[in-house]
């Protein structure tokens, strides 16, 4: 049995979702699309820095079986 405290946390239905949209086009109207742009720009960006964390992160755990086997440095 679920706790009835808790029912309003559930995620929104389909028609609940038409009416969020309405309301956010009513309310942002012509900056909808620029927002919407800056978020994709947002989103691309975050993408490009996680690639770029996971080949240092290769490069780094490529580099250092090298430095393992030289017993010198």
Not at 26 to 53: M, T
Request: a positive charge.
């Amino acid at each position: 049995m679920t706790n009835p405290t808790l029912a309003f946390l559930s995620l929104p239905s389909g028609a609940e979702w038409i009416i969020i949209l309405a309301i956010a086009v009513l309310i942002f109207g012509r900056r909808l699309p620029d927002i919407a742009r800056s978020l994709g720009k947002s989103i691309s960006e975050f993408k490009k820095g996680v690639k770029e964390a996971e080949n240092e992160v290769k490069s780094a755990s490529a580099d250092e079986p090298a430095k393992k086997e030289d017993p010198k440095a």
